[in-house]
DNA sequence: CAATGTGTTCAGTTGATATTGAACAACATT
DNA sequence: AATGTTGTTCAATATCAACTGAACACATTG
């Protein structure tokens, strides 16, 4: 293999970008195919229509209905209405990765929530206990502090 | 219900703390036994044996056995021993937090070199697909690096 | 009205991974 | 040696969420 990078065809290119993102957002726990969404959204950038997402990834129009549902409650996408089309098109949201990372902070604050509670329940009397579970809860609580601030960041340097 | 903490036995609230907290890593995507592994070795903090952690979380030892190495490869858990005792005895990692920040940055950065390879890939003639993947690679960079500072600021502050 | 096109829902299938439990190797004890 | 313990491995199984595809509701068109 070269050091350099080899650019490939445009087609090549996107259809590489858009499996790749795929399985990295499986990873994360996300279904693979909302990645591949995302992914495809985020390279064409501009408008695409639900039947062509079904078509462009051969999959089946329910899995593009349960993606693209998925993608808006975080918006990371947007539906938007082409004048004169029926169908729905979508294109990626403006702060999509700003919101990708709220939308991360949000599980982390009821996870930290959850535990916080276990935690007012635990016996004053195990000490130990609590100091550690507590460090549990400070760990959620810098994590949503750097990753909020992460966000806006993003957001003023999108 | 209560607004105000309700402390219930000492054994309620952990047995609470280790479900909680098992399927909360399960949720992010780990193994929920080893979850439940990682919460009594840090409601108890002192060292637990093999056997023991079988027995008190009810699983296979074939389970336990995965399970622990899969949090001892984070560096969330260290296997030690105990003189006079042919079992394996296992206790919360110093800095259990920080090291699982940094094992997720790791997975980000894998993550991050991978989009930047197919990003030289893409023709130069596609300068908004270019513009808009580096976007996610500068998402990455960000993340890693918050994450990073937040991971050292909890190590100094334990 | 019938026929076509659109997105959603949901029961059933599939596929990936967690978990089990038996076989095993290594070691200690008798 | 024989027996008992301990942790690992791996094939079989269970589990769970993603995905499919058909049925459906609704709208548009002819």
Redesign the interface.
């Known amino acids: 293999m070269d050091s350099t990078?080899?650019?490939?065809?445009?087609a090549?290119?996107?259809a590489?970008?858009i499996e790749?993102?795929g399985v990295?957002v499986q990873?994360?726990?996300l279904p693979r195919i909302a990645g591949r969404v995302l992914a495809l959204l985020?390279?064409?950038?501009e408008r695409v229509s639900f039947g062509q997402l079904a078509e462009a990834l051969q999959v089946s129009r329910g899995s593009i209905s349960s993606s693209v549902r998925l993608l808006e409650t975080q918006q990371l996408i947007k539906r938007v209405a082409e004048p004169g089309d029926r169908q729905d098109y979508f294109q990626?949201a403006p702060s999509a990765?700003p919101n990708?990372?709220e939308a991360s902070v949000l599980?982390m604050r009821r996870?930290a929530a959850?535990?916080e509670?276990?935690?007012?329940?635990?016996?004053?009397?195990?000490a130990?206990?609590r100091q550690?579970?507590a460090?549990?809860v400070?760990?959620y609580h810098?994590?949503t502090e750097?990753?909020t601030?992460?966000a806006q960041?993003?957001r003023r340097r999108?």
């Open positions: 990078a080899k650019p490939k065809s445009a090549q290119a996107r590489d970008f790749k993102t990295i990873s994360e726990g985020l390279y064409d950038g990626i990765f990708l990372i599980r996870a959850d535990i509670e276990t935690l007012g329940e635990i016996p004053v009397t195990e130990g206990s550690r579970v460090e549990f400070r760990y810098a994590m750097a990753m601030e992460t960041h993003l999108p």
